[in-house]
């Protein structure tokens, strides 16, 4: 299927933290596929969501690299995006991060990603993580399964 396909239906789209590396380091094998995304978010057809989860993962390299330029871009991008809202965490996501950490045996940073994208009222979340794909709570749409 078509990334344009999967994105039928969508309103606003979460995006987790591969998508957003993805597009920002231009990844030869994954970067047209999220310019779609992208697109749609500055034309304001999609509105998106991250978290201070995305936050941090996409920090890591950069942070370990020394790479300033890398980490502005990457906080301006998630931070303040057109058409792109940031989550931030509060009880509320961490009692229902706990709750779906428990039924699906998920790690804490995709339960935190899941609970942010659902209290942002989300219609699917954006990753290239296939074990997301068993839950049920949000649509998941997997990178690696679309096409250009």
């Known amino acids: 299927m078509r990334i344009s396909e999967a994105l039928q239906g969508v ?3 979460f995006l987790d933290t591969a998508p957003v590396i993805y ?3 231009r990844n030869p094998t994954f970067a047209t596929r999220v310019d779609v ?8 057809t999609l ?5 201070p989860v995305t936050l941090a993962e996409c920090l890591v390299v ?9 980490q502005q871009d990457f906080r301006e991008l998630i931070v303040g995006g057109a058409g792109i809202k940031f989550v931030p965490l509060d009880v509320a996501q961490a009692e229902q991060a706990a709750a ?3 039924r699906y045996n998920l790690t804490l940073t995709d339960a935190f ?3 942010a994208a659902l209290s942002a009222g989300c ?3 954006l990753t290239n993580d296939t074990d997301l794909k068993r839950v049920r709570e949000i649509r998941i749409l997997v990178i690696g399964d679309l096409e250009d």
């Not at 995304?37 to 304001?44: A, P, S, Y």
């Not at 509105?47 to 978290?51: E, K």
């Open 62 to 70: 950069p942070c370990r690299l020394g790479a300033e330029k890398a």
């Open 47 to 51: 509105f998106g969501a991250t978290s």
């Open 37 to 44: 995304v992208f697109e749609r978010l500055d034309d304001g």
């Open 123 to 125: 219609d699917a979340l």
């Open 100 to 102: 779906l950490r428990a």
């Open 11 to 13: 309103r606003r789209l």
């Open 113 to 115: 990603q899941i609970a």
């Open 23 to 25: 597009y920002v380091e």
